[in-house]
Nanobody, 122 residues
Framework: HLQLVESGGGLVHSGGSLRLSCAGS????????VGWFRQVPGKEREPISC????????FYTSDPNGRFAISKDSTKNTVYLQMNSLKPEDTGVYYC???????????????WGQGTQVTVSA
């Protein structure tokens, strides 16, 4: 039974940092790719980053603009999203999801975590 649990969200001032975690069970982060998405009310989930399963290649959309870094710890079967220089527009619920290969389309992922709220105050 594949499960994902996000954690690490919270309230931070503009310019601050957070590290989100996506702990997986029922699969290996060395076999499947893990993507991070952000959702704000009334909008679809938008892609932020993804790390490939077998070769650990990180991918980013243009949105983080060098402020975020994705990584994984295979011993903990966990993927992290380090977010620096946070801005109010980074506010939203952050979700992780898995599939065979990285994709920017939320519709190509079938397994999602419950999300973690990130709020960045001005």
């Amino acid at each position: 039974h594949l499960q994902l649990v996000e954690s690490g969200g919270g309230l931070v001032h503009s310019g601050g940092s957070l590290r989100l975690s996506c702990a997986g069970s029922g699969f290996s982060v060395n076999d499947l790719s893990v993507g991070w998405f952000r959702q704000v009310p009334g909008k679809e989930r938008e892609p932020i980053s993804c790390i490939s399963g077998k070769d650990d290649i990180p991918f980013y959309t243009s949105d983080p603009n060098g402020r975020f870094a994705i990584s994984k710890d295979s011993t903990k079967n966990t993927v992290y999203l380090q977010m620096n220089s946070l801005k109010p527009e980074d506010t939203g619920v952050y979700y992780c999801a898995v599939r065979g290969f990285c994709s920017w389309s939320q519709y190509e992922y079938t397994n999602w975590g419950q999300g973690t709220q990130v709020t960045v105050s001005a």
